[in-house]
């Protein structure tokens, strides 16, 4: 089978620092990908991970440990414009050429003033 | 610019008419998906298309139809069939071997049940 989770809903104050973990549980493992989505707008390419280790962009950084199935988002000194939602996806190897995209649900940040 | 269209933004639908989604794309990628958005639930696979002419039934294919004629445009139908289709649907593409792969997904279409 295969699980992703991260939490449903956190809240941070704006210049703060938030990390936002995801969990997954899935076999033929190919790469994790981070997506911001506002509401009613289309989800915009954040970070890519497929080997263990910190990717850095700017505010976001984005970790994966492959042996523990984790891993988390970094927004360092939070803006308003961050309130989104972030979505966790894991890419599936189903053999050959084949890869699937599984999201989680989605963490639904709120940057306060 | 490049990047992928959907329309409309929001599409209402009576019962028992089927309706199509349209998605278009000028980046030039072979690879095209429909996903289907719900609260509380991450993106669901509907159909995708590797190339030209050939498409694959994704995760909830029930109540869906779909055509890949020309490479840039990957339309889905909401069929009758589809008893529960209101949801935000998203359309996006990609370039395989390129990078990293990542989507690129259109703007979305919200379709409700009249």
């Known amino acids: 089978g295969q699980n992703i989770d991260q939490p449903t809903e956190m809240t941070a104050t704006e210049g703060a620092i938030v990390q936002i973990n995801c969990t997954y549980q899935?076999?033929?493992?190919?790469?994790l990908f981070w997506y911001q989505q506002h509401a009613g707008e289309a989800p915009t390419f954040l970070s890519y991970?497929?080997?263990?280790g910190l990717e850095e962009k700017g505010r976001f950084s984005s970790f994966l440990s492959r042996s523990k199935g984790y891993s988390y988002l970094l927004l360092k000194e939070l803006q308003m414009k961050d309130s989104a939602s972030y979505l966790c996806a894991v890419r599936r190897n189903y053999g050959g050429a084949t890869n699937k995209l599984i999201f989680g649900t989605g963490t639904l940040l709120a940057v306060q003033p | 610019d490049g990047g992928i269209t959907q329309s409309p933004k929001y599409l209402f639908r009576k019962e028992g008419q089927n309706v199509t989604l349209s998605c278009e794309q000028n980046l030039n990628h072979d690879a095209m998906y429909w996903y289907r958005q719900d609260p509380g639930q991450g993106l669901r696979l509907i159909y995708y298309?590797?190339?030209?002419?050939?498409?694959q039934k994704g995760d909830i294919a029930e109540g869906y139809s779909v055509s890949r004629e020309k490479k840039e445009s990957f339309p889905l139908t909401v069929t009758s069939a589809q008893k529960n289709p209101t949801a935000f649907y998203l359309c996006?593409?990609?370039?395989?071997?390129?990078?990293?792969?990542?989507?690129?997904f259109g703007s979305g279409t919200q379709l409700s049940v009249l």
């Open positions: 996006a593409s990609r370039q395989p071997g390129q990078g990293n792969e990542k989507l690129f």
């Open positions: 298309s590797q190339i030209v002419n050939d498409f």
């Open positions: 991970n497929v080997l263990d």
């Open positions: 899935t076999s033929g493992f190919n790469g």
